[in-house]
């Protein structure tokens, strides 16, 4: 285990009837910024409730609405111009991508730098608005943690960052604000959750029997509940359990030691930038194809992983061949939730395979931990995807 400080400040305020919390967070007279995305809040009655309880504070509300799936920097911008000004707070009411695009309009809005500059370079963040989050989808647990990722859609660069700033001050997770998310957003939640844990979980770093346990815990969680809530969707206690864990997914707490490796993630956003994929659906392709590279050199922890999780049973064969079967179970689950495991699927052809590589290390190579990988090894790993 490697040494480690670890802090998260943002105040959680979890179950039934946690709105009532915007009165306890949002000062009288606030000039608050509401970011959100397509309509579903409005359809669902949540956008009236929030702004009932706005309006009972004496707030001002300006609005950001429209933020897409795969946040884009010129969304961002146009929230920077909203909020330089009289804004005080920003209230993100959403999933992750709305989340990531208010952390990156809170900074920014305190900053004489350009968004990207920031983005490209966080060490030049030095404050940021109070951010609030009203989660309305489990996935990429942005709710509670310092990390967004925005697309430059000029550039094609979708670039993950973090800053200690970007930390949301406070986060509201009902359960029953999930309710509306369909079956296939659902399922991508699930598999945005296990990715998360998996990229923890899946390193080389040692000594860790604290973390492993807890991540493997998670992940049998997220296998036992995947199934039961994407065939009942409007099971309120298998929604509240899956909105838990994919907060502590990625909050921090399972990364407490470690190095990890997100080289998946890294893959995927070219997958993303370049075609606009959902991302979870993206990394349900990249990351099995990723673990069997990985396994080619490295498959002890993949070994441990199928036995502990996925239900393998050694029958003395090595670590290699339990590792194979794990993933081919994995990979199986994922197709079960209705997730893409092919990138044929998501309908990219085997010749955007160099492109996305070129894209996958704009920021350098080697990237990754458990198998350090360049741009031949990208293509690789998207030739097993394919």
């Given at each position: 285990m490697q040494p480690f400080s670890f802090q998260n400040p943002t105040r959680l305020h979890f179950g039934a009837g946690q709105l009532e919390r915007l009165r306890d967070e949002v000062p009288h007279g606030a000039h608050v910024l509401l970011v959100y995305g397509g309509g579903s809040i409005k359809r669902s009655g949540l956008y009236d409730q929030?702004?009932?309880?706005?309006?009972?504070?004496?707030?001002?509300?300006?609005?950001?609405?429209?933020?897409?799936?795969?946040?884009?920097?010129?969304?961002?911008?146009?929230?920077?111009?909203?909020?330089?000004?009289?804004?005080?707070?920003?209230?993100?009411?959403?999933?992750?991508?709305?989340?990531?695009?208010?952390?990156?309009?809170?900074v920014s809005a305190r900053s004489a730098h350009d968004a990207w500059d920031l983005i490209l370079n966080p060490s030049l963040i030095t404050g940021a608005l109070p951010l609030g989050v009203v989660l309305t989808h489990a996935a990429t647990g942005s709710e509670m943690n310092p990390i967004s990722v925005i697309t430059n859609e000029g550039t094609l660069d979708k670039r993950g960052w973090a800053s200690?700033?970007?930390?949301?001050?406070?986060?509201?997770?009902?359960?029953?604000?999930?309710?509306?998310?369909?079956?296939?957003?659902?399922?991508?939640?699930?598999?945005?959750?296990?990715s998360h844990v998996l990229e923890d979980y899946l390193d080389t770093t040692t000594n860790t029997?604290?973390?492993?346990?807890?991540?493997?815990?998670?992940?049998?969680?997220?296998?036992?509940?995947?199934?039961?809530?994407?065939?009942?969707?409007?099971?309120?206690?298998?929604?509240?359990?899956?909105?838990?864990?994919?907060?502590?997914?990625?909050?921090?707490?399972?990364?407490?030691?470690?190095?990890?490796?997100?080289?998946?993630?890294?893959?995927?956003?070219?997958?993303?930038?370049?075609?606009?994929?959902?991302?979870?659906?993206?990394?349900?392709?990249?990351?099995?194809?990723?673990?069997?590279?990985?396994?080619?050199e490295?498959?002890?922890?993949?070994?441990?992983?199928?036995?502990?999780?996925?239900?393998?049973?050694?029958?003395?064969?090595?670590?290699?061949?339990?590792?194979r079967e794990g993933i081919t179970r994995l990979r199986s689950f994922w197709r079960s939730l209705g997730a893409p495991t092919r990138l044929h699927e998501l309908n990219i052809p085997d010749t955007d395979i160099?492109?996305?590589?070129?894209?996958?290390?704009?920021?350098?190579?080697?990237?990754?931990?458990?198998?350090?990988?360049?741009?031949?090894d990208v293509e690789a790993i998207l030739r097993l995807a394919h």
């Open positions: 929030v702004h009932a309880h706005l309006q009972a504070l004496g707030a001002v509300v300006t609005e950001l609405a429209g933020v897409e799936p795969n946040p884009r920097l010129s969304t961002v911008r146009r929230g920077v111009t909203l909020a330089q000004g009289s804004v005080t707070h920003i209230l993100a009411v959403g999933g992750g991508s709305v989340i990531d695009a208010a952390k990156a309009i809170a200690a700033h970007a930390y949301p001050t406070f986060s509201i997770l009902d359960p029953a604000f999930t309710l509306t998310a369909p079956r296939d957003q659902t399922a991508y939640g699930l598999i945005d959750m296990m029997p604290v973390q492993d346990a807890w991540a493997e815990g998670l992940l049998r969680v997220l296998i036992d509940t995947g199934p039961k809530l994407v065939a009942d969707l409007g099971n309120l206690e298998l929604r509240e359990t899956a909105m838990l864990a994919g907060t502590w997914a990625f909050n921090g707490a399972l990364a407490m030691g470690k190095d990890g490796d997100w080289a998946s993630h890294r893959i995927e956003h070219a997958l993303s930038a370049l075609h606009d994929v959902p991302h979870a659906a993206g990394l349900s392709v990249v990351m099995p194809a990723w673990m069997e590279y990985a396994a080619q490295r498959p002890e922890k993949l070994a441990r992983l199928a036995e502990r999780v996925l239900g393998v049973h050694r029958m003395e064969r090595s670590d290699a061949l339990v590792a160099p492109k996305l590589a070129e894209l996958s290390v704009l920021r350098g190579e080697p990237f990754g931990n458990l198998r350090p990988l360049g741009r031949a």
